[in-house]
């Protein structure tokens, strides 16, 4: 084994190669097995590689990588080297041509990981990933993320622009606090957010009135980001949420801010509507 470890590794992908060489200061070809040892965080966003998890954003089918959206494409289009990389915990590749996540049964021991704007519709692969407590899926063709079950420290998911038509398959994920559900074109049921005993942060856009039914329902929440909730015209129905205390709500139809007093918990009130109210 040792041997082995010493032999030059041979990637599978050049831009996965490049981003390996520039942290190890070391020249093409020269990397071997042994070294991919070292490398615990790799994040790329499209064709541009980064330092700190932070500077990523993906809001929807939105990347933007310190608040600049990165619209070309990256050429990652396989995962394999990954597989090599024992030691993995922090891993974007955003804005890439992956479809296959086999390889990441193999990074038992990730804790972030992004992988928004590609072509993924297979999660299975990630019920390996049982240190995973943040993960963002956003801008993938995948509906199914009961697999995700077997992540049981999985505390922040970012589902937006996804496939999903309702949230069934999340209904595992007892550990989840924070959810993110933008711009799913095809959601409609959410009923089975009251069966997440955990969470107290939601971000959805926008928000049908039986959406806002079951949101109403959530007396543990205490984040809320609403776009565009349909029917509301005044914030008198958030008073039924107890616990409440932060709410960002942005709805061009708001007629008035009748009901704000009765929001005893919120601490932060942010509302952006059109025309502004008095």
Same mark, same amino acid.
């Given at each position: 084994?040792?041997?082995?470890?010493?032999?030059?590794?041979?990637?599978?992908?050049?831009?996965?190669?490049?981003?390996?060489?520039?942290?190890?200061?070391?020249?093409?070809?020269?990397?071997?097995?042994?070294?991919?040892?070292?490398?615990?965080?790799?994040?790329?966003?499209?064709?541009?590689?980064?330092?700190?998890?932070?500077?990523?954003?993906?809001?929807?089918?939105?990347?933007?990588?310190?608040?600049?959206?990165?619209?070309?494409?990256?050429?990652?289009?396989?995962?394999?080297?990954?597989?090599?990389?024992?030691?993995?915990?922090?891993?974007?590749?955003?804005?890439?041509?992956? #479809? !296959?996540?086999? &390889? $990441? %049964?193999? *990074?038992?021991?990730?804790?972030? +990981?992004?992988?928004?704007?590609? =072509?993924? /519709? @297979?999660?299975?692969?990630?019920?390996?990933?049982?240190?995973?407590?943040?993960?963002?899926?956003?801008?993938?063709?995948? #509906? !199914?993320?009961? &697999? $995700? %079950?077997? *992540?049981?420290?999985?505390?922040? +998911?970012?589902?937006?622009?996804? =496939?999903? /038509? @309702?949230?069934?398959?999340?209904?595992?994920?007892?550990?989840?606090?924070?959810?993110?559900?933008?711009?799913?074109?095809?959601?409609?049921?959410?009923?089975?957010?009251?069966?997440?005993?955990?969470?107290?942060?939601?971000?959805?856009?926008?928000?049908?009135?039986?959406?806002?039914?079951?949101?109403?329902?959530?007396?543990?929440?205490?984040?809320?980001?609403?776009?565009?909730?349909?029917?509301?015209?005044?914030?008198?129905?958030?008073?039924?949420?107890?616990?409440?205390?932060?709410?960002?709500?942005?709805?061009?139809?708001?007629?008035?801010?009748?009901?704000?007093?009765?929001?005893?918990?919120?601490?932060?009130?942010?509302?952006?509507?059109?025309?502004?109210?008095?």
């Amino acid at each position: 084994a040792a041997i082995r470890d010493a032999e030059p590794y041979v990637f599978a992908s050049s831009t996965i190669e490049a981003e390996v060489c520039r942290q190890l200061d070391q020249e093409s070809g020269q990397v071997t097995r042994g070294d991919l040892a070292q490398i615990e965080t790799l994040l790329l966003c499209g064709n541009q590689s980064f330092d700190r998890w932070e500077r990523l954003t993906a809001t929807g089918s939105y990347v933007a990588l310190d608040g600049v959206q990165v619209i070309e494409a990256g050429a990652v289009d396989t995962l394999e080297d990954l597989a090599q990389m024992p030691n993995l915990r922090v891993l974007a590749l955003a804005s890439q041509n992956i #479809s !296959d996540l086999t &390889p $990441l %049964a193999q *990074c038992t021991g990730l804790v972030q +990981l992004c992988l928004a704007n590609n =072509a993924i /519709t @297979d999660l299975s692969p990630l019920a390996a990933c049982g240190e995973l407590q943040e993960l963002t899926v956003s801008g993938n063709p995948v #509906s !199914d993320f009961s &697999p $995700l %079950a077997q *992540c049981a420290k999985l505390s922040g +998911l970012n589902a937006g622009a996804t =496939a999903l /038509t @309702d949230l069934q398959s999340l209904s595992g994920l007892d550990n989840l606090t924070l959810l993110q559900l933008h711009d799913i074109e095809k959601l409609e049921d959410i009923s089975t957010l009251s069966a997440l005993p955990k969470l107290r942060t939601l971000f959805l856009r926008p928000v049908t009135a039986p959406q806002l039914e079951t949101i109403l329902s959530l007396s543990e929440i205490r984040e809320l980001f609403l776009w565009h909730v349909q029917g509301m015209a005044d914030l008198t129905p958030l008073a039924q949420l107890p616990h409440l205390t932060y709410l960002f709500l942005h709805q061009d139809t708001l007629a008035s801010l009748e009901g704000a007093g009765d929001l005893a918990q919120v601490q932060t009130l942010q509302i952006l509507c059109a025309p502004p109210l008095d």
